[in-house]
């Protein structure tokens, strides 16, 4: 079955203790992506990547990090991370072959940073 | 720079009836996809719908309908015959040709479907 997994669903954690949120997928896709979304805001662009080892910024990419060393995975990293990224946070993927017409969505996963 | 704006920001519709959910876009570009997604409180993204720039033909998947007017850059969707549940927040977003993996949000619509 195609899918996009995240882990972990659920995340309580306080001020400044790092942590990384993982993403796979399992389609071969080149496009990953991380998004957050906030109320009234609808969902934002963290950071993208075009491929292994090719990775930039998005709309909102201040106080997060990424990687891409396999084409599968795509952990969002918050070094030191703050109230202010308490949201929910989506990873994506897609491939960039013209005419395919979804993005694939994960689960979600709901941080709160204390 | 593109911008997606759903200008509704909740909605009550009654169970059987059929509900529109507007959404207008803007971009300068001629290739692009426009999309749908519905989220229900579990939260996780459902994809429901796309229309593509150059398609002809309005979308159409079940009971979703999409009533695209490209030079109004307009792309609402069409919910006929609500069920409960439908009730969930609705999404539109759009993908540019020139980057495709990356979708614009809209801010989102909250649909409440009563018996």
């Known amino acids: 079955e195609a899918q996009v997994t995240q882990n972990p669903r659920y995340l309580i954690t306080v001020t400044g203790k790092k942590l990384t949120v993982t993403c796979s997928q399992n389609?071969?896709?080149?496009?990953m992506s991380w998004y957050r979304q906030d109320p009234g805001l609808g969902l934002r662009q963290i950071y993208y990547s075009m491929n292994v080892e090719v990775t930039d910024k998005g709309d909102v990419p201040e106080g997060y990090k990424v990687s891409r060393k396999e084409k599968r995975n795509f952990p969002l990293i918050l070094e030191s991370p703050s109230p202010n990224q308490t949201s929910l946070y989506f990873c994506?993927?897609?491939?960039?072959?013209?005419?395919?017409?979804?993005?694939?969505f994960g689960p979600g996963t709901r941080l709160l940073v204390l | 720079a593109q911008k997606i704006t759903q200008t509704q920001p909740g909605m009550f519709v009654q169970e059987k009836e059929a509900v529109t959910l507007d959404c207008t876009y803007d971009t300068s570009d001629q290739s692009y996809g426009l999309f749908w997604y519905k989220q229900p409180s579990s939260g996780e993204m459902i994809f429901l719908i796309y229309q593509g720039s150059y398609d002809e033909q309005n979308a159409t998947e079940g009971r979703y309908s999409l009533n695209f007017q490209k030079a109004r850059k307009s792309a609402n969707l069409v919910i006929s015959a609500s069920q409960l549940g439908d009730s969930a927040m609705y999404f539109c977003a759009m993908r540019m040709a020139d980057s495709w993996g990356k979708l614009q949000f809209g801010a989102g619509t909250q649909v409440v479907v009563t018996p």
């Open positions: 389609m071969n896709h080149e496009y």
């Open positions: 994506a993927s897609s491939t960039l072959i013209m005419g395919v017409k979804t993005q694939y």
